[in-house]
C-alpha cells in the first residue's frame, strides 16, 4: 500500500544502446534530475518486455515519463519504413506494451519527443517519419510553438490559447496530422504546422510534447511540476 506522506513516484522508461560491444539500459540524466527537482521520486523500468515485470513496476508508480529516443519501426503503424527514418531502435516492442499498460491504468503521462510519437502510435495514429523540412528542426533549433486549445499544455507553459512560445527541435518524424490515434487531440503547433503538443483529454494529464522541455530551464518546471501534482492527485 502507497504512503500518501511520500513524494509521489514517477516511472521512466529506458532505452536500449550497445556499448562496448554489449547492450546496456540507458537513459539521460536530465530526465531523471527533472522528476527529482520537481520533488517527485524517478524510478527506471528496464527494457523487458514481461508484462509482470511492467505491471509490478506500475503498481508502485503514480505517473510516467515516456523519453525521447530513436526512430520507432515505422511496421508498428502499418507502413515501410522511408530511407531516411532509422531502422536502429533496440527493443521498441518494450515501449509498445509499455505504453499500453500505462494508458490501460489512466496514469499521468508526458511524453517528451519520440515520447509524444509513441502515445500517438499506441493509441492507433501515424508518424510523418520525414519532415520536408527536417533540417529546420534538427539539432536543436529553437522555433515558435502556438497553442491552438486549452489543456494541460497550457497549463504547464502558463498560457491560453493563441500565445507562442520557444521551444527546442531535435527531430525528423512527427506525429501525422491527417493520421492522429483515437481521442489524440492536438493543442499546439510549430511554426510550419508540425504538431507540437498532442492530449487525450480528460480529467487525467496525458501529454505529449514533439520539443524536450527537460533541456530547458525556462519551460521544464512549469511540465516536471504539473506532472508531479498530477500523480499526487492520481495516488489519492
Known amino acids: 500500500m502507497k504512503n500518501k506522506n511520500t513524494p509521489p513516484v514517477i516511472l521512466l522508461n529506458m532505452a536500449v544502446d550497445v556499448i562496448n560491444g554489449r547492450?546496456?539500459?540507458?537513459?539521460?540524466?536530465?530526465?531523471?534530475e527533472r522528476v527529482s527537482d520537481s520533488g517527485a521520486v524517478p524510478m527506471l523500468i528496464p527494457s523487458i518486455e514481461k508484462?509482470?515485470?511492467?505491471?509490478?513496476?506500475?503498481?508502485?508508480?503514480?505517473?510516467?515519463?515516456?523519453?525521447?529516443?530513436?526512430?520507432?519501426?515505422?511496421?508498428?503503424?502499418?507502413?515501410?519504413?522511408h530511407p531516411m527514418a532509422g531502422r536502429n531502435r533496440l527493443r521498441p516492442h518494450f515501449d509498445i506494451a509499455f505504453a499500453q499498460a500505462v494508458?490501460?491504468?489512466?496514469?499521468?503521462?508526458?511524453?517528451?519527443c519520440a515520447?509524444?510519437?509513441?502515445?500517438n502510435i499506441v493509441t492507433g495514429g501515424k508518424l510523418i517519419q520525414h519532415l520536408d523540412n527536417a533540417e529546420e528542426h534538427k539539432g536543436?533549433?529553437?522555433?515558435?510553438?502556438?497553442?491552438?486549445?486549452?489543456?494541460?499544455?497550457?497549463?504547464?507553459?502558463?498560457?491560453k490559447?493563441?500565445?507562442e512560445i520557444s521551444v527546442n527541435s531535435y527531430h525528423h518524424q512527427a506525429v501525422h496530422p491527417e493520421y492522429t490515434?483515437?481521442?489524440?487531440?492536438?493543442?499546439?503547433?510549430?511554426?510550419?504546422?508540425?504538431i507540437e503538443a498532442v492530449e487525450i483529454p480528460g480529467e487525467?494529464?496525458?501529454?505529449?510534447?514533439?520539443?524536450?522541455?527537460e533541456r530547458m530551464d525556462d519551460l521544464a518546471p512549469g511540465f516536471f511540476d504539473l506532472l508531479r501534482d498530477e500523480a499526487i492527485k492520481f495516488r489519492s
Open 161 to 163: 490559447v493563441h500565445d
Open 23 to 32: 547492450e546496456n539500459d540507458v537513459i539521460i540524466s536530465k530526465y531523471v
Open 204 to 213: 487525467r494529464m496525458v501529454l505529449g510534447v514533439q520539443f524536450h522541455p
Open 51 to 81: 508484462e509482470q515485470n511492467i505491471e509490478t513496476l506500475l503498481d508502485l508508480a503514480d505517473g510516467v515519463v515516456f523519453i525521447g529516443g530513436r526512430d520507432y519501426d515505422a511496421r508498428d503503424f502499418g507502413e515501410e519504413p
Open 181 to 194: 490515434g483515437k481521442d489524440i487531440k492536438v493543442t499546439a503547433l510549430g511554426f510550419d504546422g508540425t
Open 103 to 112: 494508458l490501460k491504468r489512466k496514469m499521468p503521462v508526458l511524453g517528451i
Open 140 to 159: 536543436g533549433v529553437y522555433h515558435s510553438a502556438r497553442i491552438i486549445s486549452d489543456g494541460f499544455f497550457a497549463r504547464a507553459v502558463n498560457g
Open 115 to 119: 515520447g509524444c510519437q509513441l502515445l
